[in-house]
């Protein structure tokens, strides 16, 4: 474990490419623009932390790191996330929030072994049907972006527990919604969403639903069956 977090680096010295034993190192809240090109040679990290600094683009080398279970990119100046993260298929946490990404790679979704994916505080305006083949997340967070709908296929995320969709744009939910039987925590809050599908009470699992600041004049009779 190598932890540089907080300080105010902007590099670090190649030598720590050499380092090829290391499993986990930590740059959050540094200043750097770029990740160091000699990460690509750190091939048994299983955790990188990048969080926090002023990353404008990923490297195609990303890749190599085949051993990474979870890589932490928030709140960093990111527009585009390269194809070569596709690579990654051992990620199980991907936090890719609080940048300004406005369309997610085809190839974010062969990372099928994804638990958590962070997205929120970007500027996504939809969701592809696709995220369906990312079967094994249990947490999914999009809120403060610009969605103003939600794929038919969120439903066949089985395994969702946490869904977190406040601050958008959304009118209106699928009834697929319903199908997400597992969730326990589903944030709708501060959206434009003016009534819920019937299926909405096929969420028995429910511990905690937030649908404050939206236009909804009704609830239906199912909620809490």
Do not use: V
């Not at 683009?57 to 928030?74: A, F, H, V």
């Not at 296929?153 to 199908?179: A, C, F, V």
Request: glycine share 6%; charged share 20%; with cysteine.
């Amino acid at each position: 474990m190598f932890c540089l977090g907080r300080n105010q680096l902007t590099t670090i010295p190649d030598s720590i490419g050499k380092l090829i034993n290391l499993t986990w190192l930590d740059l959050e809240k540094n200043k750097f623009i770029h990740i160091p090109y000699f990460i690509e040679n750190l091939s048994n990290l299983q955790t990188l932390k990048l969080g926090d600094n002023e990353i404008l683009w990923l490297p195609e080398s990303i890749g190599k790191l085949i051993n990474l279970t979870r890589l932490d990119l928030g709140e960093n100046q990111l527009t585009t996330i390269s194809d070569s993260i596709e690579h990654l298929t051992a990620l199980t946490e991907l936090c890719l929030g609080n940048n300004h990404i406005e369309e997610l790679p085809k190839s974010i979704w062969k990372i099928k072994n994804l638990n958590i994916l962070r997205l929120g505080s970007n500027n996504l305006a939809n969701l592809p049907e696709s995220i369906e083949k990312l079967s094994n997340l249990n947490k999914l967070s999009l809120g403060e972006n610009q969605l103003t709908y939600l794929p038919e296929k969120i439903g066949n995320l089985s395994n969702l527990k946490e869904l977190y969709l406040g601050k958008n744009q959304l009118t209106h939910l699928q009834d697929t919604i319903g199908n997400l039987s597992g969730l326990k925590d589903l944030i709708l809050g501060e959206n434009q969403l003016t009534h819920l599908p019937d299926t909405i009470g096929n969420l028995f699992n429910l511990e905690y639903l937030s649908l404050q600041e939206n236009k909804i004049s009704f609830l239906p009779e199912t909620i809490g069956n």
